[in-house]
């Protein structure tokens, strides 16, 4: 008789269901129209810091409950690689909460952790191009931010920019 592997509901971890299902609603609900900073200055954030931390405690949590079981204490490598995902999930949260966009007196200042400090003049913007699942900002010289439409905040930056910014031209490409 031919055996199947299929997906029984019982057999799956519970925890592991509560994280997925957490995680999927925080990256939902954790967006906003309109993000500001503490000055009021428009700003975009991405929605991933509380989706970090779940996955980070879900393999602390697995880490943890696997610290006597036989096969860990025989393969302690495969314990490493459940702390890796630990350590990796809350660097990305850190990474994440720390990452930002946002307009300050006619600059656009892009900052990602550890990568790029990225500062753009809002005179020389010539172009906001919406496709859909993002909108670039093109700059004089071929320069270009890419906002994706996941994060919180853009629909009210956007609106910030257009307001702010001297000539642009919008082009919807949906």
């Known amino acids: 008789m031919l055996q199947t592997n299929t997906l029984d509901l019982r057999s799956v971890n ?4 509560a ?5 999927l609603v925080s990256l939902h609900f954790g967006r906003r129209q309109a993000e500001h900073d503490r000055d009021g200055n428009a700003v975009v954030r991405p929605p991933g810091v509380i989706a970090s931390l779940l996955i980070s405690g879900y ?6 409950s696997k610290l006597d079981d036989p096969f860990y204490v025989k393969y302690p490598e495969n314990l490493y690689v459940l702390l890796g995902f630990v350590t990796f999930g809350m660097l990305s949260a850190l990474l994440l909460h720390r990452m930002h966009t946002t307009l ?3 600059r656009i200042i892009e900052h990602v952790p550890l990568f790029w400090h990225k500062e753009f003049e809002l005179s020389s913007l010539s172009e906001i191009n919406d496709n859909g699942s ?8 071929g320069k270009k931010i890419k906002l994706a439409h996941m994060f919180s905040g853009v629909p009210g930056f956007i609106v910030a920019v257009r307001s702010n910014a001297p000539r642009v031209i919008v082009t919807n490409e949906v």
């Open 14 to 17: 519970p925890i592991a269901l």
């Open 19 to 23: 994280t997925f299902a957490a995680v």
């Open 59 to 64: 393999f602390a949590w697995e880490a943890f």
């Open 104 to 106: 300050v007196s006619g």
């Open 134 to 141: 993002f909108t670039s900002l093109r700059f004089a010289g």
